[in-house]
């Protein structure tokens, strides 16, 4: 494959956070989110994912299977599912039930991507019934969960999951802490991070095909990057699409709060301490790809063949709504 045919060949996807901004509401975010769906299937990307936060001012999804339903509800051809259950805050019988009833009302369409992490603060995870160590038993809820769908879990022998069981939504694994090797013994594909850190990236990935076993659920290695691309007509205008995102990572690594979207403009004129404005200009050069359409082609193809990825799921947020669907538009056209 020449590196001309990289993005054309490679599927493309979107996750949304459904983030909020300042002066909207949750459910604007989330009804956003729906919108914006429909715009990813015009724009023929792959699929639709939404993600799931609790207690976070600043991102109001939730409940993903319950959003990724209204999603799929609002769509006909996009694939669309979760980036993704953190399943340590759930019984993995009610999420196989979840998808059991998506893949039943959308069969054919529904992604279950799972992820390992517990509520943001301790507050948090004491309202969900959790501490941090529930994460330490992610591999054997991962295998309860696969069991209903299948009708080999051993857990509960009495039990069948209905509608889920014989029914196969799409696993995904997200790489948090362990995820490859653990996406590589279950025989599932592997969502990872590919921007940051790419060498430790790089070494996930090479771990993962090495170590794939082939199951029902996948016959080989499947690699999805994640990470933000900001495409914008000039590079210093992708670059502010950045700002709204990092100064609320910034924020939240010194305050503990992770606050709705604001202006890129109110960022830019706002006071910061030294600890703010050392995460908000490490949150900034923290790896993402963004600039012209042609330096984005660029630095995409290049990520690709060096991580032979089979697919990227973009994960970009910003305050103008507006400037956020023409990056994507931008890079729908660099795809086609």
């Known amino acids: 494959m020449g590196v001309s045919s990289v993005l054309r060949d490679t ?24 919108d914006f769906a429909r715009e990813a299937e015009k724009l023929g990307f792959h699929r639709f994912w939404v993600s799931e936060h609790h207690g976070v001012p600043g991102v109001a999804g939730s409940a993903p299977t319950v959003l990724a339903a209204a999603v799929a509800a609002a769509t006909s051809r996009i694939r669309v599912g979760t980036g993704g259950v953190m399943l340590p805050n759930h019984r993995p019988l009610v999420v196989a ?8 009302l959308f069969p054919g369409r529904i992604d279950m991507g799972l992820g390992r992490s517990v509520g943001f603060t301790g507050g948090v995870r004491r309202a969900l019934g959790h501490d941090k160590d529930a994460a330490d038993g992610f591999g054997g809820q991962v295998g309860e969960l696969l069991g209903w769908f299948t009708g080999d879990q051993t ?26 090797d653990l996406a590589a013994e279950l025989g599932l594909p592997l969502v990872i991070g590919g921007i940051r850190g790419e060498d430790a990236m790089l070494r996930a990935v090479d771990r993962y095909r090495a170590a794939f076993r082939p ?98 799921l973009v994960t970009t947020s910003t305050y103008d709504r507006s400037r956020l669907l023409e990056s994507y538009r931008l890079l729908a056209g660099l795809l086609s």
């Open 11 to 34: 599927p493309f996807s979107v996750l949304d956070r459904s983030r909020t901004r300042e002066g909207e509401d949750g459910p604007r975010a989330l009804r956003d989110t729906v």
């Open 97 to 104: 039930e979840q998808f059991g009833v998506l893949e039943s």
């Open 155 to 180: 857990v509960h022998p009495q039990v069948h999951a209905w509608p889920a069981e014989g029914l196969r939504p799409a696993p995904f694994l997200l790489a948090t802490g362990s995820g490859a």
């Open 215 to 312: 199951s029902r659920w996948a016959g080989a290695p499947h690699v999805v990057l994640s990470g933000t691309v900001a495409v914008a007509p000039s590079a210093a205008d992708a670059r502010r699409l950045l700002i709204p995102e990092a100064w609320s990572t910034a924020y939240s690594r010194v305050h503990g709060v992770f606050p709705p979207l604001v202006p890129a403009e109110a960022v830019e004129s706002m006071p910061m301490t030294a600890a703010e404005r050392d995460r908000f200009d490490a949150a900034m050069d923290a790896g993402q790809v963004h600039g012209t359409a042609q330096d984005v082609a660029a630095a995409l193809e290049s990520l690709l063949l060096r991580s032979g990825a089979d697919e990227f």
